[in-house]
C-alpha cells in the first residue's frame, strides 16, 4: 500500500474558494455569485480583488440561476455559490431549463454536501444532488476529495465549456493530494495499485479509502483504490481494466446509494463485465444532527465500513469462482 | 431601419396569419397569446430594437429580447423569421419531429434568434437581468427587453427577479407583462388575483409605464419612451393591455383559445379576417 501523509487539514469549500480566485485572476470573464452564503462559500478573497465581478442575489437561489445563464449572453463565465440543497433540489428545474437544457456555461458549485455539514441536520444534509444533477443531459458533474484537488477542480471548470455541477463540502479533512496537480477532468485518479479489490471513491471517502486500504494491507489484502472525481462523464476504460484485474468491486460515497457513484459503475459493469460489487453509502435515509464525525460512523460511510465491504465483495467474487 | 406605421401594421397581419396557420398545421400550439402579443413583437423587431438577424449568441452591441412565457412560441418564430433569422418555409415545422421550431422556443435545435430555452414559466426575468448585468460589465450600451405573461407573474421567481433588479439598478432593461387577464383555467380574476399590478411594481422599484398594446401607435410610442427612461437608475416595466386571440373575432378575450388550435373550418374563418401581405409560407 502507498503511503500517504498529510501535514494540513482543510475543508474543501476552502479549496474551492481558493481555486475561485486564481480562476478570476487568469480569466477576466469569470463572475461569482452568492445567495446570502460569501462566508461558508469562501468566496471572500475573490469579492475583494473583484468587487465588480461579483453579485450578491439575497436568498433567492432560483433567481440567482437564471442571473448566471443570463450572464453566460455576453460571455461571462458565472460561478454560483450556495449550499448543495440550495444549489440543487431547490432550483432543479431552474438548473434544468436554463442552464442543462439551453446549454449555458454555469458553473453551480455547491457546498455542505452530504451528512458531514453536521449538526444543522437533515433539511440541509442533501444525499441525492450527485444523482439529480447527473441525470441532466450535459451534466458534468464532479465532487473532489480534498482541499488541493478541489482548488485545482474549480480552475479546470473555468476554462472548460459548458454547464458543471462542482460539490464540495464543509468539515476539515487531510491534504493528501499534490498541490500542483492538474486536474483532468472525466480521469480517474489512481490512487493505489492492487490486486484483491477495486475500491472506487469519490470526495471525502477517498481519505477514509486509503486508511481502509492500509488496515485491509495489514490483513494481507492488496485494495486498489481510484478516486472518481467526476461522476460524470464518468471513466469507464479505468473502472473496466481495474476491474478485469481485480473481479470485485468496493464503491464509496457521501451520498444515498440510489443514484450516486456507485449506480453509475453498477451500470457500467452489468453492460461490459457483471462483477460483486459492494455499496458504502447512505441506505436511502435522511441525515440527523451529529458531528461530522458521529454521523460518518452512525450511516456507515467510514474507514471500517470500506474495510467491512471489501472482504464482502472479496468472499462474493470467491464464491462465484 | 424603422418601419412605418402601416408597414408594422402590414406587417402583423402577416405574422397573424402564420400564428393561425402555423397551430392548425399541427393541431397544437397556443394561438390566444401569440394574436395578442402580435402588435408588440411587430413594433419590437421591425422598429425597436437595434439587432442583426445574422444571428449571434453574445449579441455584443445588440439589443437582446427573451421570450418568457415561451408557449407563445408561434408569435416568436413568425416574426423572427419575417425579420430574417431563418427561411419563412421553416414555419412549416412547427411542433413537427426533427424540427428546430420546437413547442417551446430553445437553444437546443440551434434555431438563430433564441438565447435561452423558455417554458417552464417565472424563468426569464432572471435570465434577462443576467444579460443586462453582463452588457453592463462588457460596457455594452445596449438593451435587454423581455416579455411575461400575467399569469406567469404567479410563479414565485418572479417576485425573486423583481427585487433584484431595481436594489441593482439595472435601468438597461426593459421587461413588458402581457395583461389579457387570462390563463389556462380561466380569468386570473377567478383563478388568482393579480391585484394592482402598477402599485406592486412601483413599490418594488420599477419605473412602470402602461400601453394599448393591441394599439400599434402605442406600443411604438411607449416602448420608445422606455428607451427613454432607460439608464436612469431603475429597471423599467411595461403594462401591456391586450386582448387574448386580437385579431379573429371569434377567439378574441377568452380563454378557450389559450392552448387549442382552430379546425379547417375556423381556419378559413380566421384567415378571411387577416390580410395576406407578404406571402404565406
Keep these: ?321 | 431601419m424603422k418601419a412605418d406605421l402601416q408597414t408594422l401594421e402590414k406587417t402583423a397581419s402577416q405574422i397573424r396569419r402564420d400564428i393561425v396557420r402555423m397551430v392548425h398545421g399541427c393541431q397544437s400550439g397556443h394561438p390566444g397569446g401569440s394574436l395578442g402579443c402580435t402588435d408588440f413583437f411587430t413594433a419590437l423587431y421591425f422598429s425597436v430594437m437595434n439587432h442583426d438577424p445574422k444571428f449571434n449568441m453574445d449579441a455584443i452591441g445588440e439589443d437582446i429580447f427573451f421570450l418568457s412565457n415561451g408557449h407563445i412560441s408561434p408569435v416568436f418564430y413568425s416574426t423572427l423569421a419575417h425579420a430574417g433569422y431563418f427561411d419563412k418555409a421553416e414555419l412549416a415545422t412547427f411542433r413537427k419531429l426533427n424540427s428546430r421550431l420546437q413547442g417551446h422556443p430553445t437553444t437546443h435545435e440551434h434555431l438563430p434568434g433564441i438565447r435561452i430555452a423558455s417554458g417552464s414559466l417565472g424563468q426569464g426575468l432572471s435570465v434577462a437581468i443576467g444579460a443586462a448585468l453582463a452588457k453592463k460589465l462588457n460596457g455594452d450600451k445596449s438593451l435587454v427587453f423581455s416579455l411575461h405573461g400575467d399569469g406567469e407573474i404567479q410563479e414565485g421567481q418572479i417576485w425573486e427577479a423583481a427585487m433584484f433588479a431595481p436594489h441593482n439598478h439595472v435601468d438597461n432593461l426593459i421587461s413588458t407583462i402581457d395583461v389579457n387577464g387570462q390563463q389556462i383555467d380561466g380569468p386570473t380574476k377567478q383563478v388568482l388575483s393579480l391585484g394592482d399590478l402598477r402599485a406592486k411594481w412601483e413599490a418594488f422599484g420599477w419605473d412602470v409605464l402602461d400601453m394599448k398594446g393591441n394599439d400599434m401607435a402605442d406600443v411604438v410610442r411607449v416602448l420608445e419612451e422606455a428607451k427613454s427612461r432607460t439608464g436612469q437608475g431603475k429597471p423599467i416595466m411595461i403594462l401591456m393591455h391586450t386582448e387574448m386571440g386580437y385579431g379573429v373575432d371569434f377567439m378574441v378575450g377568452s380563454h378557450k383559445w389559450h392552448g387549442v388550435a382552430p379546425n379547417d373550418e375556423q381556419l378559413k374563418l380566421a384567415l378571411a379576417q387577416l390580410e395576406e401581405t407578404l406571402g404565406d409560407y
Design chain 1, 1 to 321: 500500500m502507498k503511503k500517504y501523509t498529510y501535514t494540513d487539514k482543510k475543508d474543501t469549500r476552502s479549496g474551492f474558494g481558493a481555486g475561485l480566485l486564481e480562476a478570476g485572476r487568469k480569466n477576466d470573464q469569470v463572475v461569482a455569485l452568492c445567495a446570502d452564503l460569501i462566508g461558508s462559500l469562501k468566496m471572500q478573497d475573490f469579492i475583494k480583488e473583484f468587487p465588480e465581478r461579483f453579485v450578491q442575489v439575497g436568498i433567492a437561489e432560483a433567481n440567482m440561476i437564471g442571473i448566471a445563464a443570463g450572464m453566460t449572453i455576453g460571455g461571462k463565465i458565472p460561478f454560483t455559490g450556495t449550499f448543495a440543497n440550495f444549489s440543487t433540489g431547490r432550483v432543479y428545474d431552474q438548473i434544468r431549463q436554463s442552464v442543462a437544457y439551453s446549454n449555458k456555461n454555469v458553473k453551480i458549485c455547491a457546498s455542505h454536501a452530504g451528512l458531514t455539514l453536521g449538526e444543522d441536520g437533515a433539511t440541509h444534509q442533501i444525499l441525492e444532488d450527485i444523482g439529480l444533477m447527473k441525470m441532466l443531459p450535459g451534466m458534468t458533474v464532479i465532487n473532489p476529495c480534498d482541499y488541493n484537488q478541489t482548488k485545482a477542480a474549480t480552475m479546470a471548470i473555468a476554462e472548460y465549456e459548458g454547464p458543471v455541477y462542482l460539490r464540495f463540502g464543509r468539515p476539515v479533512v487531510p491534504i493528501f493530494t499534490d498541490p500542483d496537480q492538474k486536474f483532468e477532468i472525466g480521469k480517474a485518479w489512481m490512487v493505489n495499485e492492487g490486486a484483491d479489490v477495486s475500491i472506487f471513491a469519490t470526495g471525502h471517502l477517498v481519505w477514509e479509502a486509503i486508511l481502509a486500504g492500509e488496515k485491509l494491507a495489514e490483513e494481507g489484502i492488496d485494495a486498489e483504490i481510484i478516486n472518481i472525481h467526476t461522476i460524470k462523464p464518468l471513466d469507464a476504460e479505468a473502472i473496466l481494466k481495474s476491474v478485469a484485474k481485480t473481479g470485485c468491486v468496493v464503491t464509496a460515497e457521501e451520498h444515498n446509494r440510489l443514484g450516486g457513484l456507485g449506480d453509475s459503475v453498477a451500470q457500467v459493469l452489468a453492460a461490459n463485465n457483471p462483477t460483486p460489487q459492494e455499496y458504502v453509502a447512505v441506505n436511502d435515509s435522511f441525515g440527523e444532527s451529529g458531528t461530522p464525525e458521529q454521523l460518518m460512523t452512525k450511516y456507515g460511510l467510514d474507514a471500517d465500513h470500506i474495510v467491512a465491504a471489501a472482504k464482502k465483495a472479496i468472499e462474493r467474487k470467491n464464491k462465484k469462482a
